[in-house]
Nanobody, 126 residues
Framework: QVQLVESGGGLVQPGGSLRLSCKAS????????MTWVRQAPGKGLEWIAT????????IYADSVKGRFTISRDNAKNTVYLQMNSLKPEDTAVYYC???????????????????WGQGTQVTVSL
């Protein structure tokens, strides 16, 4: 079955950086567009970035554009989220997600995705 396992979260000061990873298994990862979403404390899900299977198309939410970079390594079945210039408002649980078995998913509605990992906590604070 589809499995997504996130890692790389932690506590970081404002202005700092983190790199999240999401290891996928149970499906043909290289064929599927992948997405990162997040959920801040007391708030709903927020879509933040998507990457296509060929690694040449990326889309970002305005809230993270210019600071976050989504990438993937199809040989390692892994999608990444490089987060720079972190702000306290980036504090959230971060999830990688896909809509299996749909291959091409361009939705910016986080609630449309049906396959999630367990999430990784990112806390931005002094």
């Amino acid at each position: 079955q589809v499995q997504l396992v996130e890692s790389g979260g932690g506590l970081v000061q404002p202005g700092g950086s983190l790199r999240l990873s999401c290891k996928a298994s149970g499906f043909t990862f290289s064929s599927h567009w992948m997405t990162w979403v997040r959920q801040a404390p007391g708030k709903g899900l927020e879509w933040i970035a998507t990457i296509n299977s060929g690694e040449d198309t990326t889309i970002y939410a305005d809230s993270v554009k210019g600071r976050f970079t989504i990438s993937r390594d199809n040989a390692k079945n892994t999608v990444y989220l490089q987060m720079n210039s972190l702000k306290p408002e980036d504090t959230a649980v971060y999830y990688c997600a896909t809509l299996y078995p749909v291959v091409v998913v361009t939705s910016t509605d986080a609630y449309e995705y049906d396959c999630w990992g367990q999430g990784t906590q990112v806390t931005v604070s002094l």
